[in-house]
């Protein structure tokens, strides 16, 4: 009989000072605002700002090692490039089923996902501290190469994969709720896309590499160094106010030993068996291949040589402000207009805006108020993309739970199909890099690129988002399990009930479990109050009607604004 893996069963993460601070069966307001909006800024910080720079040093890089000048040697560094980046990706295949395996092999208190995020988290931000060290002319020969593409590898493999899956996971598992996992997946996308675009999009192709990278390149290990030691405590904030409630359920339910012991063939059988996740799939999949091509450097070369700003650095902060508008739009309108409208009908306008601006960007792409018409369209199109879709696919997994009885986010069946998506992207990481070096190019300041150059920087800026838009358009209408949302959570909240009448325990109803914690949370409110006041000196009725009336006013308010939106 094979010996059975249970993994962080013992030691640190079944200490009681490791557990989750996100106590209410409900997701609280404090959870949501530390634990999936500011928490999740540190392995942003480093994950994003690794993946929008490293490109652009290693073509500095290049230069700065072998000389402008020194066409065939910077060819030969484009194909090795391209070569590393394809077994990053491949081996990064292999770490996603060994992710899988971890996950299906943990039983902890803490969860099955939370736990090696804080580790491989930590793993992140020491690659984060090495991977642009000894820039320029280093005197290491061959061996600064072994070094940085060792790290490279490293990032993309182990920390990158890992980061991504706790990203696209961790909501799933959060809440049963679909309201809540539309509101905690728009709050950690306005993280993502939001705050991480202004701070490491724009501030990087507005400021920091055009004004200090381009003309320092002893810059990056200082900007990354500084970023990864802010992320140590955004780290911590992430892991202490998240918390996996639905693996306590299904634990609670089956038994933590039993709660991951799903054989693999039915894993698979539950997955692709469900038309909403494997539609959900290959449109994730077509995404996930325009930005592996693309990498985090397309629109900075294309402004800087499709737009002049290369003469004119102006350029680039007339696009990002023109474009970037409907960023601070899309948080505010998006969220509303899901809730009423559906996620997945905002989507499809979202892509057929995508398509439309996309089309009429490249027929005219160095027209300035065409493309700048193309690029806000195309933002437009892309805030659904960027804030709420990925709920769909928290909404697939719960059709997924409904019709098999499974709960398989993280699970080996999983990572087998992530790891064909990485098989898939392999051959296009890194292309848009590889590309204009294999033709020739290398971004020093003073060189310009060729015609064959740009056409490829025009193709690499539009294609792929063409034929995201137009697959999206065609398949997004099969993808209607919100309607049935209502009946799957009911069924599944019977389920849970008459598990819990079957081991003999007392059911609860979720309303009142929810409706006990809010007296509870009022208790302690109160309680606080008191001490408080005994402390300050103050009269405790007369600050507790302060905090009742604002309350009552915020009430007040709220109804108005439903009133107004009724009419």
């Known amino acids: 009989m094979a010996k059975e893996i249970n993994l962080l069963s013992r030691g640190i993460f079944e200490k009681p000072f490791m557990d989750s601070k996100a106590k209410t069966r409900t997701v609280s307001r404090k959870e949501v605002i530390l634990g999936h909006v500011i928490g999740p800024l540190g392995l942003i910080l480093v994950v994003n700002t690794i993946a929008a720079l490293v490109e652009k040093f290693f073509t500095q890089q290049t230069g700065a090692i072998y000389g402008v000048g020194n066409v065939e040697m910077i060819q030969f560094m484009g194909r090795r490039y391209e070569f590393v980046m394809t077994a990053a990706k491949l081996l990064a295949v292999a770490m996603g089923l060994v992710n899988g395996w971890l996950i299906q092999h943990t039983q902890s208190r803490q969860g099955r996902m939370r736990p090696w995020y804080l580790i491989v988290g930590f793993f992140s931000i020491i690659i984060g501290c090495l991977i642009f060290l000894f820039p320029g002319q280093n005197g290491l020969g061959e061996n600064y190469w072994y070094y940085f593409f060792f790290l490279l590898i490293c990032y993309n493999a182990v920390g990158a994969t890992y980061f991504y899956l706790f990203r696209d996971t961790i909501v799933s598992l959060t809440s049963r709720s679909p309201s809540e996992k539309l509101r905690l997946k728009f709050a950690r996308q306005v993280c993502w896309t939001l705050i991480s675009g202004i701070l490491i999009g724009m501030l990087a192709s507005m400021v920091v590499l055009p004004l200090w990278l381009e003309k320092d390149i002893n810059g990056y290990p200082v900007l990354m ?69 693309k990498g985090g450097n397309v629109q900075y070369f294309y402004i800087k040589f499709l737009l002049g700003g290369a003469e004119n650095p102006m350029m680039y902060t007339i696009y990002q402000v023109v474009t970037g508008i409907p960023l601070g739009i899309g948080a505010i309108a998006i969220y509303p207009l899901a809730k009423k409208f559906g996620v997945k009908n905002v989507c499809w306008v979202g892509y057929a805006l995508v398509l439309i601006g996309g089309i009429i960007g490249w027929m005219f792409p160095t027209n300035l108020p065409i493309v700048l018409t193309s690029g806000f369209l195309r933002q437009v199109g892309m805030l659904p993309h960027a804030y709420v879709f990925a709920t769909l696919l928290c909404y697939a997994y719960d059709s997924v739970e409904h019709k098999s009885g499974f709960r398989l986010e993280g699970m080996l069946g999983v990572a087998i199909i992530v790891a064909i998506q990485n098989v898939i992207y392999a051959p296009f990481a890194g292309g848009f890099e590889s590309g204009i070096l294999k033709l ?51 069924d599944l909240l019977e389920r849970e009930k008459q598990a819990a009448l079957a081991r003999g325990e007392e059911w609860i109803d979720p309303e009142e479990l929810a409706h006990r914690e809010e007296a509870q949370r009022e208790a302690d409110r109160i309680t606080d109050l008191r001490e408080h006041c005994a402390k300050k000196g103050l009269d405790f009725d007369t600050e507790n009607q302060k905090y009742l009336d604002k309350q009552a006013a915020k009430q007040r308010k709220a109804e108005e604004k439903k009133a107004k939106a009724k009419k």
């Open 225 to 293: 160094i500084t970023l990864s030691i802010i992320a140590i405590p955004l780290l911590l904030l992430e892991y202490f106010y998240t918390r996996e409630r639905i693996t306590e359920d299904v634990t609670h339910e089956v038994g933590m030993e039993n709660e991951n012991k799903i054989p693999l063939r039915q894993q698979v059988k539950a997955l692709l068996t469900n038309k909403y996740f494997v539609i959900l799939m290959i449109l994730m999949t077509v995404s996930g291949i325009m930005d592996n091509f």
């Open 440 to 490: 020739g190019f290398v971004d020093v300041e003073g060189i310009m690129p060729s015609v064959a150059v740009t056409d490829f920087m025009t193709m690499a800026f539009y294609l792929f988002d063409i034929i995201l838009a137009a697959t999206s358009l065609l398949l997004l209408p099969m993808v209607n399990v919100e309607k049935k949302l209502p009946t799957i959570n009911a």
